[in-house]
């Protein structure tokens, strides 16, 4: 049922009195049952730093689905900088008509495991119908598209590219393309900054829906730059508005942005996470490699049994590796590969954002690893088609696996990441 534009609830009038009244009265409405800026300890010029996609777009943008039937592709990461679900923000909305959500990998709740498939249900909270993004189907259908108008998109991103929400939002687009929808975009910082560009491109013959593009491992792109590059570059050709944020500049990291984290995934609780996993995740690809999966620390570990740390951290701390130093370390998995075995390795920490690069730091690990350990099959054959995926490449898995150089390997793709930049 359409919402009634012009129709102030009770509430809200009762809400405008009891506030009438207690200026009239003297009370500070600042202090009214939360600490001051100053209590909290809040430096005020953080507080307006950016506004996100969505902060703008109900400030500013709002007119753009007037009489619009709205449907909403979300998870619990689109918040806006107060931490309000996107989902509540549309659906409480007076103008506003949110009439479906659809969810990508582990649903609009995040409640669903990773690579596990999602049906279409109801949401109990808005008793809006959702439709699966991650099923029978990762692209739209006719459908689930017949009641409504524009599709809007607000995820975080994490800025790497086998993260699969910005290849949902690529589906979509080409959906709303196919069926006459419109499309926007609310712009989230990439975490990373705008300016970490690493690793291999793409070759189209390794595309999946861990990498539909040729773009690199580390793109350095908000989720909104990539709607643009998608839809004009790679020919999607919908009828995209992107709502821009508002303060961001390029050289931000999530943390410079003063926004609270919301995980994205499980395995990525933090913001500190992301460029540990943008290290590590094609490393654990291989299955033969713990990188802190299972563990308490995603991502921020690689080792495995039979390992020295001692001559592994050793081995990567004399390559001096920009922004990193590597601990050697012990732990015991709780979960995932290994599980409830001793693993030695190294904790990975970073010591400056601003020159760390995570894919090279990658290679450097997993060429250690072999040369250092030559009794240890870290490359099976079995798993070489899916690392290729991964890595966007199929040449790698076999670099690696011969005991090609490190800086070799690094060498040989930047001639395609200058193109890019």
């Excluded at 730093?49 to 902060?55: E, P, Q, T, W």
């Excluded at 009439?99 to 990998?105: I, K, R, S």
């Excluded at 942005?257 to 290290?279: C, D, F, N, Q, R």
Aim: charged content about 20%; proline content about 7%; aromatic content about 12%.
């Amino acid at each position: 049922m359409k919402k009634h534009k012009n129709f102030i609830p009770i509430s809200y009038l009762l809400i405008l009195l009891l506030t009438l009244s207690m200026i009239t009265c003297g009370v500070s409405i600042k202090g009214f049952g939360k600490k001051t800026d100053e209590q909290a300890g809040v430096v005020p010029e953080q507080l307006d730093r950016i506004k996100l996609g969505v902060d703008v777009f109900v400030e500013k943008y709002r007119d753009l689905v007037e009489d619009k039937k709205v449907g909403l592709i979300t998870n619990p990461s689109g918040v806006n900088r107060d931490m309000i679900p996107t989902v509540e923000i549309l659906n409480d909305d007076f103008m506003v008509f949110l009439a479906a959500l659809y969810g990508p990998e582990h649903g609009i709740r995040g409640n669903i495991e990773a690579g596990a498939s999602i049906e279409s249900y109801t949401d109990e909270k808005t008793q809006l119908p959702v439709y699966s993004l991650y099923g029978a189907t990762r692209k739209p259908t006719r459908e689930m598209l017949a009641n409504v108008d524009v599709l809007i998109f607000d995820i975080q991103d994490i800025g790497v590219r086998p993260y699969t929400y910005m290849y949902t939002m690529a589906y979509a687009m080409e959906a709303a393309k196919e069926f006459g929808k419109e499309f926007i975009v609310f712009d989230r910082p990439n975490p990373l900054s705008g300016t970490a560009v690493d690793g291999i491109v793409l070759e189209p013959e390794h595309k999946s829906f861990i990498g539909l593009y040729p773009i690199p491992y580390v793109h350095g792109m908000t989720i909104g730059e990539l709607a643009w590059l998608f839809n004009v570059e790679f020919g999607i050709s919908a009828d995209l508005k992107v709502i821009p944020m508002e303060g961001w500049t390029r050289d931000m990291t999530f943390e410079d942005t003063g926004l609270k984290w919301v995980p994205t995934s499980p395995h990525i609780p933090h913001a500190e996470t992301v460029p540990y996993y943008a290290t590590t995740g094609l490393a654990g690809e291989l299955g033969t490699i713990s990188v802190g999966v299972g563990y308490t620390m995603p991502f921020m570990l690689t080792g495995s049994p039979d390992i020295d740390p001692y001559r592994l951290a050793d081995n990567l701390n004399n390559r001096d590796l920009p922004g990193v130093m590597f601990r050697p370390s012990y732990w015991t998995q709780f979960y995932g590969i290994f599980p409830n075995k001793q693993l030695g390795g190294v904790q990975i920490h970073i010591t400056d954002i601003s020159t760390y690069m995570p894919f090279e730091t990658c290679i450097n690990i997993m060429e250690a690893l072999n040369t250092n350990f030559p009794n240890i099959d870290f490359f099976p054959d079995h798993k070489a088609a899916g690392f290729a995926r991964a890595a966007g490449t199929g040449t790698l898995y076999a670099k690696l696996r011969a005991g090609v150089p490190a800086d070799v390997i690094i060498g040989s793709y930047q001639e395609e990441l200058n193109k890019f930049k």
